[in-house]
């Protein structure tokens, strides 16, 4: 599917999950010149497994982490074949799950990527001209400091 001069492919729900919902949202890629993001919605391992299963080109520059960081998504696999520069995670600042999990944090740690998290850091914004990506970052009263 075309919008403008960007393409979107939807990756999932690849199949319907009638006992987890959040393997029901969707997942998307945007490619827009150069660049590539992967938005996995709330998807969790089963989800991704099928996504990866599927055979959908997966590598991108930015990956919108599934599930807020939930230690049941972003598997070691699914994070390999998206193999992102930057990941950016959406929580909120001191929720009761306890989003993102600290082992979502060790897995994009040893991944390398750059870590953007709207819990920390306030409204994370990133911005394409189809060969560059900028990121910027709106602070809420929560942020630590600048995006990395």
């Not at 590539?36 to 982490?65: N, Q």
């Not at 600290?102 to 990527?113: H, K, Q, S, V």
């Amino acid at each position: 599917m075309q919008v403008g001069e960007a393409g979107i492919t939807f990756l999932g729900p690849v199949s319907y999950d009638e006992e987890n919902p959040n393997n029901n949202s969707v997942a998307f890629r945007l490619d827009y010149g150069d660049t590539s993001f992967v938005f996995s919605g709330d998807a969790e391992w089963e989800e991704e497994h099928e996504i990866l299963e599927s055979g959908a080109e997966l590598a991108c520059d930015v990956l919108k982490l599934g599930h807020h960081g939930s230690s049941n998504a972003s598997s070691y696999r699914f994070l390999r074949e998206t193999n992102p520069e930057a990941v950016v995670i959406s929580c909120g600042y001191d929720n009761s799950y306890g989003h993102p999990h600290r082992e979502t944090l060790e897995r994009i740690e040893d991944l390398g990527a750059a870590l953007y998290r709207t819990d920390t850091q306030g409204t994370i914004a990133v911005f394409s001209d189809g060969e560059h990506l900028e990121f910027a970052q709106e602070p809420s009263v929560h942020s630590d400091g600048p995006a990395p």
